[in-house]
């Protein structure tokens, strides 16, 4: 609990420096980098208003570690409502909405803000990006992972593209448009802002999807090109991902609308990114 405590003591520490930051920073563009500086300051009340919920929703799994820790996260998130894959857009408009602009969305890779109304397929657009690449377990957009909007993200569709079905590693050439995202011929690296988000929806997915409800048992592992094997990596680098990139209150904001209007549960590893560590 101190633990817990202490970090978010810092995580509104650091929100309340980025408001002094941002009173003297530039009005907001489309550029990746503005975006990203103002939306972590204007959400900053999400980050000071999180409520701990190790005696209620976590109760069950407080003081465990390992797989025991694992399992009984496992059953606390299974307990969620699903969503069709048509009621994820709406959805994503408000689990990623811009703090600044609520008629916009920011998109995952690239940071852009981007009008809620330019979804779609075309170039310009932003589609729903499965963080945990449905071809990884052959879910495709069947209710369940397919759905399950923890992972889900708008993305550009032409980084999205990029990306594809790629594991997660560092390294590789800028990705156009991408805010900083880097590729090569076998893994995608997001840009620095949401390394941690990335990691922590891969760890969700894995503890969430565990080879029931007719879906394939969701693992992370240590390579990359998994192809269509029900496995993403690469473990070492999510974990460091995690570590240096801790939840701000973006992610922490968002992991509460997605409890509060949408599927009813939580990403443990946004409340506690240290039982990372205790599962892998």
Sequence with gaps: MLAIRTRRRKAVALAAA???AGLTA???TASPATATTTTTAATTTAATTTTDYDDT???????????????????IISDQTKLSYSAVWDALKATDEDPDNSGN????????SRGKSLNGGDSGDWNREHVWAKSHGDFGTSTGPGT???????????????????DFDNGGSAVSEGGGSLTDADSFEPRDAVKGDVARMIFYMAVRYEGGDGFADLEVNG?????SNPYIGKLSVLKAWNDEDPP???????NQVIYDDYQHNRNPFVDHPEWVESIW
Excluded at 223 to 227: A, C, I, P, R, T
């Design 18 to 20: 980025a408001v002094l």
């Design 26 to 28: 530039p009005s907001l």
């Design 57 to 75: 929703y976590y109760k069950d799994a407080i003081g465990k570690t390992g797989a025991s820790l694992k399992s009984s996260l496992h059953t």
């Design 105 to 112: 969305v920011i998109l995952l890779y690239s940071g852009v």
């Design 148 to 166: 399950d909007i923890h992972h889900l993200r708008p993305s550009d569709v032409g980084v999205n593209s990029v990306r594809g079905n790629k």
């Design 223 to 227: 390579q990359v090109d998994n192809g």
């Design 248 to 254: 701000d209150a973006f992610e922490e904001h968002r």
